[in-house]
């Protein structure tokens, strides 16, 4: 392996460990925008009662960060069974401390320490009615790593299941920062540890065993919100923009329109 792309690997490992030792028992290891993240559990919990009505199933969700998210769809999915796995040993410590708190779930819930671009040592052979990935993809080194995450992926669905993923794509994110630039604000940037989709490539990536590929812009009236209203009236007001602002709690509840979030949920169907 390139000497370049092992150390940005060890980067964003090391990032996500760090992480997760700093936030052991808040909301915010995986994002500063714990708002967001509600949205995000509000939308894959509808999402996936959509797909399952009530029937039992499996789930292996793909970098399950501390767990936090993981908890909220199990408890509000009685019939899930539920492995998820993570690169990162300290995000695994804090998920299984939070599952020892509920023991309700801990008989159809697991956490393992695994890497998405190879399943196969931590969930064997096994397939899967759903796959589930939150803001995980973004964190791999290239764009064939993620290439090589997604036949992953496809190899531990079920012949009839659903990838669904949460990830961030460059489209949405060039159309937020243009309506940012309207406003007098700067452009935000790509963070150091993220690889961003572009719509054609997934499409063309996850098509290879898709059936059918629908986008959802979950989080487009939300950040029209957040990140171009609420930082113009912060601008307006010399302040600096605070992701625990009331607004953010407020947006969570705003029906969806627009195109405006770099954070894009894609359902995928094999077949
Ligand atoms: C933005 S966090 C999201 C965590 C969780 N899905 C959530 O919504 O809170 C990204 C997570 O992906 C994990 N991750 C990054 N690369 C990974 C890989 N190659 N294999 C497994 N997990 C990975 C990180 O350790 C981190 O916990």
Redesign the pocket.
Known sequence: MCPNKKRR?ES??AY??E??DENPDSPA???DDIYL?EL?ILTLTDTLKGLLRQRPGSLL??????G???LRIASALPNLQITA????RN?IRNANLRLSKESDLRKRLKFLI????DLHPVVGENQYDLV?????????ASLK?QEQ?LQKIAEHLSPEGFFIA?ENFVEGQERMNEARKIMGLDEIPVRWHNLYFREDEFRSMVGKFAKTIEFRDFSSSYYFATRVIYSAMCRIRGEEPDYLHEIHRRAVELPWTGAFSPIRMAIVEKG
């Open positions: 690997r964003i490992l996500w460990e992480r997760a290891a995986t994002t993240r995000e969700e793909v970098g399950c960060g501390d936090y998210s993981t796995v993570d690169f990162s995000m695994g890497d998405v671009r589930l990935s939150d803001r995980c993809l973004i964190n791999l790593e995450a949460i």
